[in-house]
Structures are given as C-alpha cells and as structure tokens.
T-cell receptor
Framework: GQSLEQPSEVTAVEGAIVQINCTYQ??????LSWYQQHDGGAPTFLSY????GLEETGRFSSFLSRSDSYGYLLLQELQMKDSASYFCAVRDYTGRRALTFGSGTRLQVQP | DAGVIQSPRHEVTEMGQEVTLRCKPI?????LFWYRQTMMRGLELLIY????????DSGMPEDRFSAKMPNASFSTLKIQPSEPRDSAVYFC????????????FGEGSRLTVL
C-alpha cells in the first residue's frame, strides 16, 4: 500500500515563502503530484514531479527526491488567496495505479 | 470545455433512502474517478474507470455502493440504502492519461444523510 505524511497546518505572513513537505512510502513509485483546495471548492492540480529536481511554475515550485521518498511544495510571495489546503498525492504501479492523496496541509496566510 | 460536471451539488436525504450521484467527464478523457472526502478520512479513491470499464473498485466501502459508466460521457455512483456515515463530499474527476498526475475534478456533490 501507500502512505503519505504532510504537516496538518502551516501559518505564514503575506509576502513570505513557505515550504510544505511530503514524505511517502509506496511499493512502486511513478510520481508525486500537488493539489490546492480552497474551502468548499474542488482540488485543483498544481504540479507533478516524476524525476528528481525542482519544477517551477510561477510563484509555486515543487521538488522531488526519489531516493529520499520526499518532496515539497514551495510557495513564494505569499498572497492572502493562497490560504487553502494543499495535498500531495502519489501514483504507484502496484495495485491501484490511481492517485492516493495525503491528508492535506492547511495553509493560513496572515496579513 | 465546461469541465467535469456533477449533480446534484447538494443532497439531503434520510437514512435508508437511495442516493444517485451523477458525473459528466471532460470530453475525450478516458479515465473517470470517484473520490469521497471527509474530515476523518480525507480524500479517498472509491473506484475508477478506463474506457468505461471499472479498473479498481477496492475503495468502494461495501455492497451498498455501486458505480456505473454506461458510456464515455456519463457515470453514476449509487448508495442504497444510505446511512449517516455516508455523509461526505463526493468528487468525480477525469483525466486523459495517468502519466501526468493531473486529474480534473468536478465541484463535488455534498451528501448529508440524516
């Protein structure tokens, strides 16, 4: 099976940088995804890493280390609208092969 | 494209009643997923289809739950009989491939069973 661990809550101030970590255990690993979900909304895709390294998309970056079974989402120049829950998700090739989501990290951005 | 469309957005029903949730995936997407989200259990995969065929239903809680995909543009998730512990937000998602880790979610159906 798979298991993912991420912090339950993170608080940061507007304009700051915040890093949300995710560690995973899985029998077979394809890649790590990140999703954002605002209260009452649907999860929306942010990024996907299949290879080691950093992927940058605007203010958001995502990093993966396959050897450490670890990844993170980096949010820069935080804005109030970034207050949301952030989920990491893994896709593995044993069993189900569909995305398994972590429990989510609630980010609160303060003025 | 209009995105993934789910109905109803909200459903309140009494224990023992049948509930049917509906989903229209994005046109051209071969994969359709049903997820359930609760505070206690997070976002759980219930079942997914590839080209209208159920691939993995191991997440379906019990026999009270059933899902169908009669054609490429429509899927249903049925709960019969419903119980209070089924109260959750049910999301449908679709994708064109499993290779990018990107799913497109609908807005969800919030189910409350009294």
């Amino acid at each position: 099976g798979q298991s993912l661990e991420q912090p339950s809550e993170v608080t940061a101030v507007e304009g700051a940088i915040v890093q949300i970590n995710c560690t995973y255990q899985t029998s077979g690993f394809y890649g790590l995804s990140w999703y954002q979900q605002h209260d009452g909304g649907a999860p929306t895709f942010l990024s996907y890493n299949a290879l080691d390294g950093l992927e940058e998309t605007g203010r958001f970056s995502s990093f993966l280390s396959r050897s450490d079974s670890y990844g993170y989402l980096l949010l820069q120049e935080l804005q109030m609208k970034d207050s949301a829950s952030y989920f990491c998700a893994v896709r593995d090739y044993t069993g189900r092969r569909a995305l398994t989501f972590g429990s989510g990290t609630r980010l609160q951005v303060q003025p | 494209d209009a995105g993934v469309i789910q109905s109803p957005r909200h459903e309140v029903t009494e224990m023992g009643q049948e509930v049917t949730l509906r989903c229209k995936p994005i046109s051209g997407h071969d994969y359709l997923f049903w997820y359930r989200q609760t505070m206690m259990r997070g976002l759980e995969l219930l079942i997914y289809f590839n080209n209208n065929v159920p691939i993995d239903d191991s997440g379906m809680p019990e026999d009270r739950f059933s899902a169908k995909m009669p054609n490429a543009s429509f899927s249903t998730l049925k709960i019969q009989p419903s119980e209070p512990r089924d109260s959750a937000v049910y999301f449908c998602a679709s994708s064109s491939t499993l290779n990018t880790g990107e799913l497109f979610f609908g807005e969800g159906s919030r189910l409350t069973v009294l």
